[in-house]
């Protein structure tokens, strides 16, 4: 019963991303509520949020997003559409990506390689982590990353979810110098994207 529902849930959101609509997928889980969507996205953003991450690229004059540990996309490709930005989306486990057993996928994805440990860490992209759960990983990707926008979304303070950065907590390493440029809360989710630029 729990996986039918899961899975017609999942119909509707592949049904409105096929037809373009990523407002209609946005609002299908207004109040971030379903636990179907759970499945897809750790954090189903508003409409407002989605204004929030446009406004915030347009003002840093980057091009785009890299999301880091995207999961099936779905998130980036509503950025990517909403916005008019590009966004790309990198993982691990390509095996499982392409396996019957994995979620459907919304954007492609790039997969580090021995040869290629991060590929296109433009510098004209934004790094995003939402959800991220290694903060060894994060701080390797942060090395390597010569822009000037990061974008963390996860828990706040009362959340009861964990992830390794934590949105006002991040451990950029002891190298790095970033302040935390601005913030808006996932709704009243008590997650909470927060946005740091490097210091000049
Ligand atoms: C908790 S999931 C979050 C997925 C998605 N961002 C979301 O919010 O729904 C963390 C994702 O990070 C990916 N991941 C873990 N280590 C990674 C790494 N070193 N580089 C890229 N992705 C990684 C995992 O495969 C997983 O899909």
Redesign the pocket.
Known sequence: MVMEAENSFIDAVVDLYRAKDWRSIVLLNEHSNNEAALR????WPSLENVEFIRRTLCESNLSGMI??????????WILQEATGFKVFG????EE?WISKYSNPKFIPHL??TAEEPNPVLNPNFAL???????GQ??K??VDRYEGCLIVI?GPGEGRGTH?DPEPFKPDFGIYSRWNLLSFQEVKTTKDFIAVYQRQQ
Do not use: H, K, Q, R
Not at 40 to 43: A, D, E, G, N
Not at 67 to 73: H, P
Not at 90 to 93: A, F, M, Q, T, W
Not at 128 to 134: A, I, K, P, S, V
């Open positions: 897809l996205l750790w954090v999301s880091i540990g995207c999961g099936c996309g779905l998130l980036e990198i993982e691990v486990n499982w997969y580090p995003l982590f939402c959800y991220f759960n290694d990983a994060f390797e990707y979304i992830t």
